[in-house]
T-cell receptor
Framework: GENVEQHPSTLSVQEGDSAVIKCTYS??????FPWYKQELGKRPQLIID?????GEKKDQRIAVTLNKTAKHFSLHITETQPEDSAVYFC???????FGTGTRLTIIP | EAGVAQSPRYKIIEKRQSVAFWCNPI?????LYWYQQILGQGPKLLIQ????????DSQLPKDRFSAERLKGVDSTLKIQPAKLEDSAVYLC?????????????????FGPGTRLTVT
């Protein structure tokens, strides 16, 4: 089955700096890669996604890149703000599997 | 539009008891998912429905968990009997699904979840 690894498990960055979270997947048949943000005690919310026929997608301060050959994809958040503090999950769909999460803390 | 609805929001039961959770997806969403999220972990897919048919239930512990979506709309997830390790948040999500969903077919929207505590 699919195996998704996510790194780092925790990440602290100064407000205004960039944050990068990386995921690798094992199933070459996976073709959809969403990222979710989950604040404490709340539901996961889709923040950006990418399909396997695209290498990069950007939405304001958030971008996702995909390298199908290496089977890894990354989330990039620029100009971080305190409200970006949350747990972020990547996922890979062929057989939908989530990563283990990254706790991002923005230091004011 | 209304989001994914779930009930109850919280449930405390003793081990070996049974419990049921209910989910109503976003109107028009063909695909419905049930996830188990243990504290500090990512959501784990338990079962995926496309309309009223099961697409994937490979990670559903079928000796104690069951789920149905009889009319292709709302769904129930049942645990009988519950074990201590079933303590988790049970999340329901829905998406438009393949076919007519287009580029938004796989975008999942989650409900608020049911926090289950088994004592």
């Amino acid at each position: 089955g699919e195996n998704v690894e996510q790194h780092p498990s925790t990440l602290s960055v100064q407000e205004g700096d960039s944050a990068v979270i990386k995921c690798t997947y094992s199933d070459s048949a996976s073709n959809y890669f969403p990222w979710y943000k989950q604040e404490l005690g709340k539901r996961p919310q889709l923040i950006i996604d990418i399909r396997s026929n695209v290498g990069e997608k950007k939405d304001q301060r958030i971008a996702v890149t995909l390298n199908k050959t290496a089977k890894h994809f990354s989330l990039h958040i620029t100009e971080t703000q305190p409200e970006d503090s949350a747990v972020y999950f990547c996922a890979a769909m062929g057989k939908l599997t989530f990563g283990t999460g990254t706790r991002l803390t923005i230091i004011p | 539009e209304a989001g994914v609805a779930q009930s109850p929001r919280y449930k405390i039961i003793e081990k070996r008891q049974s419990v049921a959770f209910w989910c109503n997806p976003i109107s028009g969403h063909a695909t419905l998912y049930w996830y188990q999220q243990i504290l500090g972990q990512g959501p784990k897919l338990l079962i995926q429905f496309q309309n009223n048919g099961v697409v994937d239930d490979s990670q559903l512990p079928k000796d104690r968990f069951s789920a149905e979506r009889l009319k292709g709309v709302d769904s129930t997830l049942k645990i009988q009997p519950a074990k201590l390790e079933d303590s988790a948040v049970y999340l329901c999500a829905s998406s438009l699904g393949g076919g007519t969903g287009g580029v938004h077919a796989y975008e999942q929207y989650f409900g608020p979840g049911t926090r289950l505590t088994v004592t």
